[in-house]
């Protein structure tokens, strides 16, 4: 039997995007790691000619909150059908003016604001204990690769950027906003760590496109402006307009 084509790409999905559109011929793997079972079923597939496979990091139906994902799973179970390089698809609050909602960025920083998640392969007794480089928390050449992509298909990312990753599921408050802005964060998340830390123990390549979902509390143009579900995935589907194409662009480097 000839050798399964190797994955060009992983793609983890985050709110509002549980499925790859333009995905064909898709086989479904369901692999349990020695971490339990992922958030869903891992979808394999052709895009663009190269072999992708799709996590939805919810699971399909949201139905996993951030703080209770198997981050640990879900990339072992990547690793496990083959890849190599992982591309988060992360929806996300902007807090300074360069992201507004529907701006797609490739943050090259993060601040871990979570707690309690387990975050590393070393938690459990008579594990290596991994002291693993993260300066650079996004892998640089993956970063290029994506902007340079993103060029080619004419779709505008914002380069750079600190992403603050958050407990959730509970948005933030005006001034828990307020102090990240004073931290340097650009844009808000749940679910940036301990994903990017866990991709680095495992040797995976990994960067982050960060979708803007809606202003972050108090970042806005309206300091009083709610929040809703629905406002969030308007800006979240006409923000991945582009990413069919920056996709695209991408697997042809590879």
Request: aromatic share 4%.
């Amino acid at each position: 039997m000839p050798a399964a084509p190797e994955l060009a790409l992983a793609i983890i999905g985050g709110t509002g995007l549980y499925a790859l559109a333009d995905l064909q011929d898709i086989e479904t793997h369901q692999p349990v790691t020695r971490y339990g079972a992922p958030s869903g079923p891992i979808r394999i597939g052709t895009l663009a000619g190269k072999r992708v496979a799709f996590l939805a990091r919810h699971g399909e139906g949201h139905s996993v909150p951030p703080h209770r994902i198997n981050y640990r799973a879900n990339l072992a179970a990547l690793k496990a059908v083959g890849a190599q390089r992982v591309l988060a698809l992360n929806t996300v609050g902007g807090i300074t003016e360069r992201f507004g909602p529907r701006v797609l960025g490739c943050p090259d920083q993060l601040i871990d604001y979570t707690w309690g998640r387990i975050s590393t392969l070393s938690e459990e007794a008579g594990s290596d204990v991994l002291h693993v480089d993260f300066g650079d928390p996004y892998t640089p050449l993956l970063r290029r690769e994506i902007l340079t992509a993103a060029t080619a298909a004419g779709v505008a990312v914002v380069d750079g950027g600190c992403y603050a990753a958050t407990q959730g599921p509970r948005l933030e408050t005006r001034a828990e906003i307020a102090r990240m802005r004073r931290d340097g964060c650009d844009v808000v998340g749940m679910t940036g760590m301990p994903e990017a830390g866990l991709a680095r123990e495992l040797g995976l390549d990994y960067a982050c496109l960060a979708i803007v979902a809606n202003w972050a509390a108090g970042a806005g143009p309206d300091p009083d402006e709610q929040i809703t579900l629905e406002e969030v995935l308007a800006h979240v589907e006409a923000a991945s307009a582009g990413l069919g194409p920056l996709l695209s662009a991408l697997l042809a480097q590879a």
